[in-house]
């Protein structure tokens, strides 16, 4: 696990060798099979030199999340562990790759019409509606939480309108337990450096056909799954509001603060093993 461009894909898939393993990915968009450019998916020469699992798996309308993904980890690790002595999980969804470790909270169904109500409202008035909402009605959450992520946002304020109380009213944080063992290795290196590569790599998307994979997908940029960075910047460039050179800032803006939010996320898993991305080999990591 690490930040987006740390190089957790090259070095998983080094690892996976090593270990005659294969991997899951724990990236909450990497798994929808229409999104490609935009979510950095392993290249085909990747995919092909050792066999991945929840990459391109799923579609942007199918209901994908934490729980989905828990499920689906843990039966496709049962799987390989009947001739595999070790599975490699990838990713910088921490809230996946927790749920895979620890499992996650109940929590209460929410009534369809607030869920409702909160997606209407959002998509009326936008993210500054969603977040002047949170901020007011659970300041709790809304200072830890992942502030321009509107799918999170959403969510906490139906749960918040639902059930009457915070979201982190029922992160109770119980571990289940897992019959195996877990061995969790960060990725980081120092912060200019990953701005550097965060930067170049989305000049390499763009080069690489980033505007056109967003204008075949403009039809669905309301879905969940493409409320993410990449792909909701280009929004007011096809409106003719911004510049492409503008467009390019943003997406490397927004980047590198998701970077950072998922730097604060990891560092509070006082069990991550850290390790410098330009320097670690993989006999440093097998015990």
């Not at 209901?63 to 980890?73: C, D, R, S």
């Not at 550097?196 to 056109?212: A, F, P, S, T």
């Given at each position: 696990m690490g930040p987006t461009a740390v190089g957790k894909t090259s070095f998983a898939i080094q690892l996976a060798k090593a270990l005659n393993t294969e991997i899951i990915s724990a990236d909450a968009r990497q798994c929808f099979k229409e999104l490609n450019i935009g979510v950095a998916r392993p290249s085909n020469e990747e995919l092909e030199a050792v066999p991945?699992?929840?990459?391109?798996?799923?579609s942007i309308v199918d209901?994908?999340?934490?729980?989905?993904?828990?499920?689906?980890?843990l039966e496709k690790t049962a799987h390989l562990f009947t001739n595999k002595d070790?599975?490699?999980?990838?990713?910088?969804?921490?809230?996946?790759?927790k749920a895979f470790c620890e499992g996650l909270d109940a929590i209460p169904a929410i009534d369809p019409s607030i869920r409702s109500f909160v997606a209407a409202q959002y998509e009326q008035f936008g993210l500054a509606w969603l977040q002047s909402e949170i901020a007011e009605k659970d300041p709790a959450y809304w200072a830890q939480a992942e502030q321009d992520n509107p799918h999170r946002l959403m969510r906490a304020l139906e749960v918040m309108l639902g059930a009457g109380a915070s979201i982190l009213s029922f992160q109770k944080k119980i571990k289940k337990q897992r019959p195996f063992n877990i061995v969790k290795i960060g990725l980081e290196m120092p912060r200019p450096a990953l701005v550097?590569?965060?930067?170049?790599?989305?000049?390499?998307?763009?080069?690489?056909?980033?505007?056109?994979e967003v204008i075949g997908l403009k039809s669905a940029l309301d879905l969940n799954a493409l409320q993410t960075v990449g792909y909701q910047e280009w929004l007011p460039y096809f409106e003719g509001k911004i510049s492409k050179e503008e467009v390019i800032e943003l997406i490397q803006q927004n980047t590198r603060r998701y970077a950072k939010r998922q730097m604060t996320w990891f560092k509070k898993d006082v069990e991550i093993q850290w390790y410098q991305a330009d320097s670690v080999t993989v006999s440093q990591v097998i015990l």
């Open positions: 991945h699992h929840f990459i391109a798996s799923h209901t994908v999340n934490a729980v989905v993904f828990e499920q689906y980890a070790s599975v490699v999980i990838v990713g910088g969804t921490g809230l996946y790759i550097d590569r965060i930067n170049q790599r989305v000049l390499n998307m763009v080069e690489e056909g980033l505007e056109l």
